[in-house]
């Protein structure tokens, strides 16, 4: 206790920085112009129209009407706090861009971001959501299509309507926020909408960018080749921002622990610096939760009297209600403390923030074609995420960044972050390609393209699957099938499987089960008891099955919030996986499977699992790892797999790589080798296991 009271902060504020000179800011998501957080804004006693005009974007209401009648494509650079992300959709719809037959369309990468934006801009039109004001995420719709004129979605649902209407034809402006996160889908309908452009030239385009790649988006929508700019079909146009300068610190050493030291910090913040809420940023939902309850083990010891700590995480996988937790201000007399992924990065904008902690690391997806493994890797940020981090701290005043690494460690990082179109599996963007008709899709043109090799795998893959044809052409029905789906092909396959092998309802029921992030909750202090709660649904099968245990027994006990609780089962992700099956449902339904139960067949469940999941198959290896069987790539059974036990199986399939220390496979069951051959022919070879065992004693 007492070295906490002694605490100081080991960083260093370089004397040759001007606060807030390296600082770049970015748009707010919700932010000032979110209900929730209405006491952080400065005009809350304003009307709502005074509010609108107070907006830095306002001054630029002409000039982008003005840009978006003489120009196809407009690219606007918009700073934090300008509140573009809100009023230009406004701007559009009360300047005739929307009618009874004309909607506007606004992008986001994340769907908390979807929400919450168009929960205020149905506010500030003083509409209910759903209304004239909608929205529409993967499995969740809030709109009207005969009444909404404004609809906000997932850049992933868009591309998925293209498959509907390639041309977008409901739409007379689509705006593509946060462009410069670079999403995989974002970059796809980049590539699309430079191609419907040429068959509607009626339609008009906004990317929003909150970086400096402006130029590259205008050049790449510009359809003028000369150098004479006043031919350009792209414009571009800066927007300045509200925000307050911010101190950044660095420390003096490496930190050997940041999750500790972050810790550390969070407290140290609170027992020295004046009020003003605290953002602290890590890598993933487990580190989230560690923190958290590692700082409200920390906030039990503080003196009495002291002031109160409401300590709340920010990651994807949070129910919506809890991530709506964030957005409130805390009581009288409390610190706010937000945990948070990189979705607190640019996504959103928590208001009150006054200290930001950057861990310098950050979790994303990352693809070895050579390995065939799509894993979730940590890895440094870029200096153009560090800098949007830092400038989360400048929005209500002047605030304070403290950097868990060294200036030079800083200095060295990436400017930006490779484009997720360069690090992804490219299997699910290359169906939805086919599905829209670009069958070549080699030249495609991508704004950033692709490795050959991923490419390659992706298109391989999907021939496994029965999606593509020996010419590379889309497979009808399945193939146009499995892109109807709002899931990976893989899940896509099994499921459309499913009434063969006469398993259909247990599918959609685990199909489902694996949308859903932790559905066993694993309270600190109740550790035990919650493994024991485990073990009561769990098979020698493997984790799939287990799921489908939790499902059924979920519905048996008329999905029960006590019955959760008492078995530390995830009460809301469970609900939400009863509203996903429904939907797998009526897609399957659509598609004329045959809705049927096996009772009780496990292996015929198995089988329909390897019917989707055949290229994630591993075997044990003597070493006591398992090798994937294309690739001989190490991997390792996750320790809360079911399967994670003194005698694992010896062939396996799994859902997904996680890289921590090592790659672990999650969602894990136990297969017979020779389904491999029997369900996948034209993957693999007979013989597979012969040949293997024999590679081995050569090896030897």
């Not at 043109?445 to 699957?465: C, D, H, K, V």
């Not at 919030?561 to 996986?577: D, I, M």
């Amino acid at each position: 206790m007492a070295s906490n009271l002694r605490w100081k902060p080991r960083f260093w504020k370089p004397d040759s920085e001007k606060p807030g000179s390296s600082i770049t800011s970015e748009r707010p998501v919700n932010g000032e112009d979110t209900a929730d957080a209405a006491i952080y804004n400065p005009n809350s006693s304003l009307s709502m129209s005074l509010q609108r005009q107070r907006l830095p974007i306002f001054m630029h209401r002409t000039n982008i009407l003005y840009l978006l009648e003489k120009y196809e494509t407009v690219i606007i650079v918009g700073e934090t706090g300008c509140g573009k992300s809100t009023q230009i959709p406004q701007y559009l719809h009360e300047s005739g861009w929307t009618s009874e037959k004309w909607r506007i369309c606004i992008t986001q990468p994340r769907r908390v971001a979807v929400v919450t934006v168009a929960t205020r801009v149905a506010e500030e039109r003083g509409a209910f959501v759903g209304d004239e004001v909608g929205y529409c995420i993967r499995f969740d719709d809030c709109y009207n299509p005969e009444t909404t004129r404004v609809k906000f979605v997932t850049d992933g649902v868009l591309l998925r309507e293209t498959m509907n209407d390639p041309l977008l034809s409901q739409y007379s402006v689509i705006m593509l926020d946060e462009a410069h996160e670079r999403t995989l889908h974002t970059d796809i309908m980049i590539g699309l909408l430079k191609k419907i452009k040429k068959k509607r030239k009626d339609l008009r385009i906004i990317v929003s960018s909150a970086t400096l790649d402006a130029e590259m988006f205008r050049d790449f929508f510009n359809t003028n080749i000369t150098s004479d700019r006043n031919k350009d079909t792209a414009a571009i146009l800066s927007v300045k921002g509200r925000s307050y300068p911010v101190d950044i610190h660095y420390t003096l050493s490496p930190v050997p622990d940041y999750l500790k030291t972050t810790v550390d910090t969070v407290m140290g913040i609170h027992k020295q610096e004046s009020q003003g809420d605290i953002l602290a940023f890590l890598t993933g939902q487990d580190e989230v939760e560690s923190a958290v309850s590692l700082l409200i083990e920390r906030a039990r010891t503080l003196p009495k009297g002291s002031q109160y700590l409401k300590i709340l995480p920010m990651y994807s996988g949070l129910p919506h209600t809890e991530q709506m937790l964030v957005f409130k201000p805390p009581p009288h007399n409390t610190r706010k403390v937000v945990v948070a992924t990189n979705i607190a990065e640019a996504s959103i904008t928590i208001n009150g923030i006054v200290y930001v902690i950057d861990c310098g690391f950050v979790k994303i997806r990352a693809y070895s074609p050579k390995a065939g493994v799509e894993s979730l890797v940590v890895v440094p940020v870029s200096q153009a995420s560090a800098k949007q981090r830092a400038g989360r701290a400048g929005r209500v005043r002047s605030g304070k960044t403290y950097r868990l690494y060294t200036e030079q460690d800083f200095l060295a990082l990436k400017p930006a972050a490779v484009p997720e179109m360069q690090r992804c599996n490219m299997t699910a963007v290359l169906l939805q390609l086919k599905c829209l008709g670009i069958d070549n899709v080699l030249r495609f043109n991508f704004p950033s393209r692709p490795p050959a090799q991923s490419m390659i795998r992706g298109l391989e893959l999907l021939y496994a699957l029965g999606a593509l044809d020996d010419h590379g052409k889309l497979v009808d029905p399945i193939g146009t099938n499995m892109a109807e789906f709002p899931t990976d092909p893989m899940i896509a396959k099994m499921l459309l499987s499913s009434g063969k092998f006469g398993c259909s309802e247990e599918i959609l029921s685990i199909a489902a089960m694996l949308q859903i992030q932790n559905i066993f909750l694993s309270p600190s202090k109740q550790k035990t008891a919650a493994d024991n709660a485990k073990r009561k649904f769990s098979v020698y099968e493997g984790d799939h099955i287990t799921l489908l245990n939790v499902y059924q027994a979920f519905v048996k006990f008329k999905k029960s919030s006590r019955w959760c609780h008492e078995h530390f089962l995830n009460y809301k992700g469970l609900c939400h996986a009863v509203k996903i099956r429904e939907q797998f449902k009526k897609l399957l339904l659509r598609f004329k499977v045959t809705l049927i139960s096996c009772d009780g067949d496990i292996d015929a469940i198995c089988q329909c699992i390897v019917s989707g999941f055949f290229a994630n198959a591993a075997r044990l290896h003597p070493s006591g790892s398992y090798r994937t069987v294309r690739d001989d790539h190490p991997l390792h059974i996750h320790p809360t797999s079911v399967l994670y036990t003194e005698t694992p199986p010896q062939w396996v399939v799994y859902h997904e790589v996680l890289q921590t220390s090592k790659e672990y496979m999650r969602d894990v069951t136990k297969i017979d080798p020779a389904w491999l051959y029997k369900l996948a022919p034209q993957y693999y070879e007979y013989g597979t296991e012969r040949e293997i065992a024999a590679k081995r004693v050569k090896m030897s």
